[in-house]
C-alpha cells in the first residue's frame, strides 16, 4: 500500500511538471500546437487515472464515509423514525469476496436488550484474556480507543451499507485507525478492561450508528449468518423510542442526592444542572426532578436526541 502512495504522488509530481510546462508556451505557440497539446493532456489524464485506479481496493467499494469520525465511537447520521421501507442489506457476496465470520468462540453471557434496569446495546461473548478476536466482515477501521469508562480497549469497523461492528474490552489491539480489513482478520484479543466484571466481548452491530440486535443477523449457536441478506426495518430500533425519553424521579422519604445518582448511573453534579439546584438544595417529598435528559445532536441536518454517554453498554 506504501508502495502505491509513493506511485500516486509521483504521478501528481509529474501531471503537475507537464502542466507547468503547457503553461509556459505563448499565446501562439499553444495556437500552433494546440491538437497536439490536447493529445498529451488526454494522455497524461489516462496515466493519472490510472495510478489513482491502483490506489483503491475494490473490496471496500461501497462502504459509506459518511460521518467518519476517528476520535468518537458514537456516530449517527441517520434518524431511525424517518424510515417507512424495508432496507434490504447484502452480508455477503462471494463474487467480490464478502464473507462472514464469527468473532470469537464462546458462549453468550449477556444479550442485547434490558440488563439490570438499563439497556445493553451489544451482545456479551464469554472469552478468555488473549483470545483471538476476528473481524465479523470486510471493512475499514473507523477508530481504536480505550474508553476506561465503557468499552475498555475498543475498535470500531465500518463496513459496506452503512453497518459498524464494534468489539469492546480487548486487552489489545493489532490494528490501526484507517486500516482496509477482511472478514476473519484478527482485529485483537480477548480482555477484561473499561467497565467490565469479567473477561468476555461486548460485540455491537450498528447501522448508521444506530444499534440493533446482533442476533438478528447471527445465529451464535451456530457460529453462522441467520441470512444471506439483512432485511432492516424501523422496528429493529423501536426500543430507541422508550430509552430516549426524559427521565424523571419522584422524591421519597429517604431520599438524597448521591443514592439518586447512583440509581439512574448519573451523577450528582448532572442532576443539579439538570435542575437548576444545588447539591446542598433540600428535597422536598412528592417533588419531580429531572434525572436523565437526552442530548442534542445533529444528524444529517437536523436535530435529533442520543444518550449523552460516550459508552452505551
Given at each position: 500500500?506504501?508502495?502505491?502512495?509513493?506511485?500516486?504522488?509521483?504521478?501528481?509530481?509529474?501531471?503537475?511538471f507537464?502542466?507547468?510546462?503547457h503553461?509556459?508556451?505563448?499565446?501562439e505557440?499553444?495556437e500552433?500546437?494546440?491538437?497536439l497539446?490536447?493529445?498529451?493532456?488526454?494522455?497524461?489524464?489516462?496515466?493519472?487515472?490510472e495510478?489513482?485506479?491502483?490506489?483503491f481496493?475494490?473490496s471496500?467499494a461501497?462502504?459509506?464515509?459518511t460521518?467518519?469520525?476517528?476520535?468518537?465511537?458514537?456516530?449517527v447520521?441517520?434518524d431511525y423514525?424517518?424510515?417507512?421501507t424495508?432496507i434490504?442489506?447484502?452480508?455477503?457476496?462471494?463474487?467480490?469476496?464478502?464473507?462472514?465470520?464469527?468473532?470469537c468462540?464462546g458462549?453468550?453471557?449477556?444479550?442485547?436488550?434490558?440488563?439490570?434496569g438499563?439497556?445493553?446495546?451489544?451482545t456479551?461473548?464469554?472469552?478468555k484474556?488473549?483470545?483471538?478476536?476476528?473481524?465479523?466482515f470486510?471493512?475499514?477501521?473507523?477508530?481504536?480507543q480505550?474508553?476506561?469508562?465503557?468499552?475498555?480497549?475498543?475498535?470500531?469497523?465500518?463496513?459496506?451499507?452503512?453497518?459498524?461492528?464494534?468489539?469492546?474490552?480487548l486487552?489489545?489491539?493489532?490494528?490501526?485507525t484507517?486500516?482496509?480489513?477482511?472478514?476473519?482478520e484478527?482485529?485483537?484479543?480477548?480482555?477484561?478492561t473499561?467497565?467490565?466484571?469479567?473477561?468476555?466481548?461486548?460485540?455491537?452491530?450498528?447501522?448508521?450508528g444506530?444499534?440493533?440486535?446482533?442476533?438478528?443477523?447471527i445465529?451464535?449457536?451456530?457460529?453462522s449468518?441467520?441470512?444471506d441478506?439483512?432485511?432492516?426495518a424501523?422496528?429493529?430500533f423501536?426500543?430507541?423510542?422508550e430509552?430516549?425519553k426524559?427521565?424523571?424521579?419522584?422524591?421519597?422519604?429517604?431520599d438524597n442526592?448521591g443514592?439518586?445518582?447512583r440509581?439512574?448511573?448519573?451523577?450528582?453534579?448532572s442532576?443539579?444542572?439538570?435542575?437548576g439546584?444545588?447539591s446542598?438544595t433540600?428535597?422536598?417529598?412528592?417533588?419531580k426532578?429531572?434525572?436523565r435528559?437526552?442530548a442534542?445532536?445533529?444528524?444529517?441536518g437536523?436535530?435529533?436526541?442520543?444518550?449523552s454517554?460516550?459508552?452505551?453498554l
Amino acid at each position: 500500500m506504501h508502495i502505491k502512495k509513493i506511485l500516486f504522488t509521483i504521478s501528481l509530481s509529474l501531471l503537475g511538471f507537464t502542466t507547468l510546462i503547457h503553461g509556459s508556451k505563448t499565446a501562439e505557440s499553444q495556437e500552433s500546437t494546440e491538437p497536439l497539446l490536447a493529445a498529451s493532456e488526454d494522455t497524461d489524464e489516462q496515466a493519472f487515472q490510472e495510478n489513482v485506479n491502483q490506489l483503491f481496493d475494490p473490496s471496500i467499494a461501497g462502504i459509506d464515509t459518511t460521518s467518519w469520525n476517528n476520535g468518537k465511537i458514537n456516530t449517527v447520521w441517520f434518524d431511525y423514525r424517518t424510515m417507512d421501507t424495508t432496507i434490504a442489506i447484502p452480508l455477503v457476496d462471494s463474487s467480490c469476496s464478502r464473507v462472514f465470520t464469527l468473532p470469537c468462540n464462546g458462549y453468550i453471557t449477556s444479550p442485547f436488550g434490558p440488563r439490570n434496569g438499563f439497556w445493553h446495546f451489544g451482545t456479551d461473548i464469554k472469552v478468555k484474556v488473549g483470545d483471538t478476536i476476528r473481524c465479523v466482515f470486510n471493512g475499514l477501521v473507523r477508530i481504536i480507543q480505550n474508553d476506561k469508562r465503557g468499552y475498555g480497549k475498543v475498535v470500531v469497523v465500518r463496513h459496506h451499507n452503512g453497518l459498524e461492528t464494534l468489539y469492546g474490552h480487548l486487552s489489545k489491539t493489532l490494528v490501526k485507525t484507517n486500516d482496509t480489513i477482511c472478514s476473519g482478520e484478527v482485529i485483537g484479543l480477548g480482555g477484561n478492561t473499561g467497565r467490565s466484571t469479567g473477561s468476555h466481548l461486548h460485540l455491537e452491530v450498528r447501522y448508521c450508528g444506530e444499534p440493533f440486535n446482533p442476533a438478528c443477523i447471527i445465529d451464535f449457536e451456530k457460529a453462522s449468518l441467520l441470512n444471506d441478506t439483512l432485511l432492516l426495518a424501523k422496528n429493529h430500533f423501536s426500543y430507541l423510542t422508550e430509552l430516549r425519553k426524559t427521565i424523571y424521579h419522584t422524591i421519597r422519604k429517604g431520599d438524597n442526592l448521591g443514592a439518586i445518582a447512583r440509581r439512574y448511573r448519573t451523577s450528582v453534579r448532572s442532576i443539579c444542572a439538570l435542575n437548576g439546584i444545588k447539591s446542598t438544595t433540600i428535597l422536598k417529598i412528592g417533588r419531580k426532578i429531572v434525572v436523565r435528559k437526552p442530548a442534542q445532536i445533529e444528524i444529517a441536518g437536523k436535530s435529533t436526541i442520543k444518550d449523552s454517554t460516550q459508552s452505551r453498554l
